[in-house]
């Protein structure tokens, strides 16, 4: 495996998009570029990082680019300029044969809508992805019993699609993309049609699973919160530009602009903001607290569990068990209340 570079990517969407890319880079704007020349600026200068092994989450709200972005990653849609570079290759380069073999054995994507197929069973649709590559029937339906089992379908191979409900729907869905064992998976608002309730367990299952298996996760979303617990690293969009890249705790604690900070504003920071974010210098001489804390621990939950044991200072200690810190009640009730005092802890 290796990062996807996405490099100084435009698409205009019209007949003569590669006419106007120069104009774009030079300044026009989307609304003048759909009033003078009837041509819809899809994405402008995008330059992404995605890191192997790690979940990237792309959100924006409807019409911010966020779909067509993801489409560019397994060439289903053809940028107007840049590159999509990832092992070597640039997708955009590619031959429709390569194509082909690259979405086939590379790329798995999870839609919205479950895009499952009716006439299938559970099991015939997890193996769909093998029975393309040409994979003979008993060792697709092994690989897919194993991940129809991890996804909590077992018993149900055999059902249809109408039969289940949409999380069980969805959770077919990340199972025949887990069974194609590809590189990358692509995940389109994947949750966005379910219930909260289970939206939220199809979360906790994508960062189970997520855990162990380290794929190249690009997920799509709307949501804040649900970009706040799944990303790795949060990249926001707004009319097909980038607007700020980073982790959820920089994004929370340094908007880039009066846009992110609108979005960030009713954010519960003590879910976002680790300990070891606003953790004090160990203090020289002093007798250490005894209570320990993990440094990526979240402040509410280092609150509550330091409130139930009846202690006031912790030790925050790394994942090798070095001290790197302490932290007290007050400094984290000021950091979640206060988040420029804990911005200014990120940045040093």
């Given amino acids: 495996m290796s990062d996807i570079e996405i490099r100084d990517l435009y698409k205009i969407f019209g007949p003569d998009a590669a006419h106007h890319v120069d104009a774009v880079k030079a300044g026009l704007g989307k609304t003048e570029l759909n009033e003078r020349h009837n041509h819809v600026l899809g994405l402008q200068d995008i330059n992404l990082t995605i890191p192997e092994g790690r979940i990237t989450v792309i959100m924006g709200l409807s019409g911010s680019g966020k779909s067509t972005l993801i489409r560019h990653i397994n060439g289903l849609i053809r940028p107007t300029a840049g590159q999509v570079l990832y092992d070597g290759g640039d997708v955009v380069t590619m031959s429709r044969d390569q194509l082909r073999e690259f979405r086939r054995r590379k790329t798995a994507m999870v839609f919205q809508k479950f895009a499952l197929l009716p006439h299938r069973t559970v099991l015939r649709n ?11 029937r008993p060792e697709a339906e092994r690989r897919a019993r194993h991940w129809i089992e991890r996804v909590g379908l077992k018993g149900y191979e055999e059902y249809y699609p109408k039969q289940l409900s949409g999380g069980m729907q969805q959770r077919v869905g990340l199972a025949r993309a887990l069974t194609n064992d590809a590189e990358i998976l692509l995940m389109d608002e994947a949750f966005s049609a379910l219930d909260p309730l289970i939206r939220v367990d199809m979360q906790g299952i994508l960062l189970e699973l997520q855990a162990e298996l380290r794929k190249t996760v690009i997920f799509i979303t709307h949501d804040l919160d649900e970009a706040l617990r799944l990303g790795d690293k949060i990249a926001i969009l707004r009319d097909g530009a980038m607007e700020q890249i980073g982790t959820g705790q920089q994004i929370v604690l340094s908007p880039a602009n009066s846009y992110v900070a609108e979005f960030v504003r009713e954010v519960n920071r003590g879910r976002i903001i680790e300990a070891a974010t606003v953790a004090g210098p160990v203090p020289d001489g002093a007798a250490l607290p005894p209570f320990r804390v993990k440094a990526r621990s979240k402040l509410d939950l280092v609150a509550r569990r330091m409130t139930r044991e009846g202690v006031s200072s912790a030790q925050v200690c790394d994942v090798s068990g070095k001290v790197i810190g302490v932290i007290d009640l007050p400094g984290i009730l000021d ?9 200014t802890e990120a940045e040093t």
């Fill in 126 to 136: 997890t193996t769909y992805g093998l029975d393309i590559r040409g994979l003979d």
């Fill in 335 to 343: 950091a979640m209340v206060n988040p420029a005092d804990a911005a």
